[in-house]
């Protein structure tokens, strides 16, 4: 079994930092990639970010603001906003990918984050 829990996120005025973090826990076996996304009302979600074997990907929208990290030993990924924009609020979403130990055998598993809100103030 696996547990993913979000948590940061809130609310910065713009040239802001915020900081969000997605903590997996369980019996796992390594992450193999993550993908940040962010959700405004009516809209679907959008990849912001993804980190795939160490080789973080970033929308132009976020390049130069954003940055993704990992710390492998905790099973924690980290999304660093840095200059943050009005624009740039909405509900940011982390997907982790990996396998975990079940009962000796390695499955698979990917699961969505339950969402952190990202609020920046003009």
């Known amino acids: 079994q696996v547990h993913l829990v979000e948590s940061g996120g809130g609310l910065v005025e713009s040239g802001g930092s915020l900081n969000i973090s997605c903590a997996a826990s369980?019996?796992?076996?390594?992450?193999?990639?993550v993908g940040w996304f962010r959700q405004t009302p009516g809209q679907g979600r959008v990849k912001v970010a993804r980190?795939?074997?160490?080789?973080?990907e970033y929308a132009d929208s976020v390049r130069g603001r954003f940055t993704v990290s990992r710390d492998n030993d905790k099973n924690v990924v980290h999304l660093q906003m840095n200059s943050l924009k009005v624009e740039d609020t909405a509900v940011y979403y982390c997907f982790v990918e990996g396998y975990y130990n079940d009962s000796g055998r390695l499955n698979s598993f990917g699961y969505w984050g339950q969402g952190a809100q990202v609020t920046v103030s003009s």
């Open positions: 369980g019996s796992i076996f390594g992450i193999n990639a």
């Open positions: 980190d795939s074997a160490g080789t973080p």
